[in-house]
């Protein structure tokens, strides 16, 4: 493999110097980036055309859930994602995978294994602590795949603008935060709903907070 570009993405210094420690050892030549919270890792993907591998930490500021997994794989579908987490719950690691991240590295992971991690990514394959592999492909399982298959489908501007409605945002509001008419935020929710396959903005602000670890109650997002 080429000279990889790489960018370490968590709020921790420490971790992250450790995280840079190995990915030293298995990419001796890689130029390594950080960032301390999601919106400047958005800053150094946008900076960084030739970057390749991003480590993103599951509770970093600004990512909530697996929502700047998916918003990585919508905005940049060339990046491989490997998340990072102290949070070891099973349920947690495989929906990483369902959701797209090449791999789920518990930050208690030594060098060895980190390095492990990473060389089968780099190999093409997906990796998970070896007490997980054997997991069954669930229904939930194909569910999420299924999910961010349909959410790599919208335009970036869609998936902000469902994120937003996620949020409980209405189209006028939706429209003064992204500075764009409202018409076409109605259009964009349309055409958010027909890929997603729902009826309504309820049930698509309801799909998106699957990528979230602590989902919003129903009466928090708005219908139309």
Not at 60 to 79: V, W
Not at 95 to 114: Q, V, W
Not at 116 to 127: F, K, P, Q
Request: charged share 15%; hydrophobic share 45%.
């Amino acid at each position: 493999m080429s000279e990889a570009k790489v960018v370490i993405a968590d709020d921790h210094p420490l971790f992250r110097a450790a995280l840079k420690q190995a990915v030293g050892h298995c990419l001796p030549f890689a130029k390594t980036a950080e960032a301390s919270s999601f919106e400047e890792l958005l800053y150094v993907i946008d900076a960084s055309p030739s970057l390749e591998i991003v480590f993103l930490d599951l509770h970093m500021p600004g990512n909530d859930g697996f929502t700047g997994l998916t918003q990585l794989q919508n905005n940049h579908p060339d990046l491989i994602v490997i998340m990072v987490s102290s949070d070891e719950n099973p349920d947690i690691m495989q929906k990483a995978i369902h959701f797209g991240a090449a791999a789920f590295i518990p930050k208690s992971a030594d060098l060895t294994t980190i390095s492990t991690a990473v060389n089968c990514v780099l190999e093409g394959d997906s990796w998970l602590p070896e007490e997980m592999n054997n997991l069954a492909d669930s229904e939930q399982a194909k569910a999420h795949k299924q999910l961010a298959q349909q959410l790599t489908k919208l335009t970036p501007q869609q998936y902000t603008v469902l994120a937003l409605v996620a949020d409980g945002q209405l189209n006028k509001q939706i429209a003064g935060i992204l500075d764009i008419k409202e018409n076409t935020v109605k259009k964009h929710v349309s055409a958010i709903l027909l890929q997603l396959g729902v009826n309504n903005r309820t049930q698509a602000g309801l799909a998106y907070q699957q990528l979230m670890l602590a989902p919003q109650t129903t009466s928090e997002v708005l219908a139309s």
